[in-house]
């Protein structure tokens, strides 16, 4: 078994792939002080509840967009499961070109996206990642990255009007009856889940607008059932995507 780590801003996903097929997901939160001991003991707890023991795991692949947890969660994979984990980063083999101002700097994250959309679905294409920031990524015909828009996410919108504000309460996010709301928390779920799916639908007009053609969407992140079902354009949902893509970046290097 092949596993996944995809460490983002709020939460960790870690996925075990045989071949393929992905057999199991589970998640952590982030936490930059937490050292490797204490995630190599999350991470073996989480196997643990899917039945996975160390004899299982013949290798493992990281992608990260948070720095300070890179070498501590190799780290933490080479004390409990005795494997060397690959990092997605400059110089790793993804099959895909990256055609932006600095390659370099692109995320770990959008790199396996647009590898498992190419592989998986078409190109070009638009990937949407809603999750801690809702990143809208573009491929061409040849399945590069050739950018991104990178807009606040949905639970920012959330968390900024609660903590910006005096009277404003903590609310969850579920999508209220009405796009009028008639008390302050229905108006609040309104502005952010409603709007924030108007913000998707109007960029994805203006990035076919902008390349010429309409692009098959492709759409992923922790809070894409969320939003998705109240745009107006068709979209194709894959919760795992990153980690599909970080299992196919994987077997191009092993």
């Known amino acids: 078994m092949i596993l996944t780590i995809d460490i983002g801003n709020t939460s960790i996903a870690l996925g075990g792939f045989e071949g393929d097929e992905l057999k199991f997901v589970g998640r952590l939160s982030t936490d930059v002080t937490k050292t490797e001991d204490e995630y190599a003991s999350k991470i073996m707890s989480i196997l643990a509840l899917h039945n996975v023991h160390k004899e299982n795991i013949d290798g493992a692949i990281i992608s990260s967009v948070v720095p300070a947890l890179n070498l501590v969660m190799k780290s933490a994979l080479r004390l409990v499961y005795d494997v060397d984990a690959l990092m997605v980063c400059p110089g790793i083999k993804t099959g895909i070109g990256i055609l932006c101002d600095s390659p370099s700097s692109v995320g770990a994250d959008l790199i396996c996206s647009c590898v498992a959309a190419n592989e998986l679905y078409s190109a070009p294409a638009l990937?949407?990642?809603?999750?801690?920031?809702?990143?809208?990524?573009?491929?061409?015909?040849?399945?590069?990255?050739?950018?991104?828009?990178?807009?606040?996410?949905v639970m920012m919108g959330l968390k900024a009007l609660s903590n910006g504000t005096a009277q404003l309460p903590q609310v969850g996010l579920e999508a209220p009856a009405t796009v009028i709301g008639k008390n302050t928390v229905d108006c609040m779920k309104s502005g952010v889940i409603f709007g924030h799916a108007s913000l998707i639908d109007g960029m994805i007009d203006r990035i076919n607008a902008e390349v010429g053609e309409k692009l098959p969407v492709i759409v992923t992140g922790g809070y894409a059932s969320v939003v998705v079902s109240?745009?107006?354009?068709?979209m194709v949902i894959d919760e795992y995507l990153v980690l599909k893509g970080l299992n196919l970046i994987y077997n191009k290097n092993k």
């Open 230 to 234: 109240h745009c107006n354009h068709k």
């Open 127 to 153: 990937i949407i990642d809603i999750g801690t920031a809702t990143k809208m990524i573009v491929t061409n015909k040849n399945g590069a990255f050739i950018g991104v828009s990178i807009i606040p996410g």
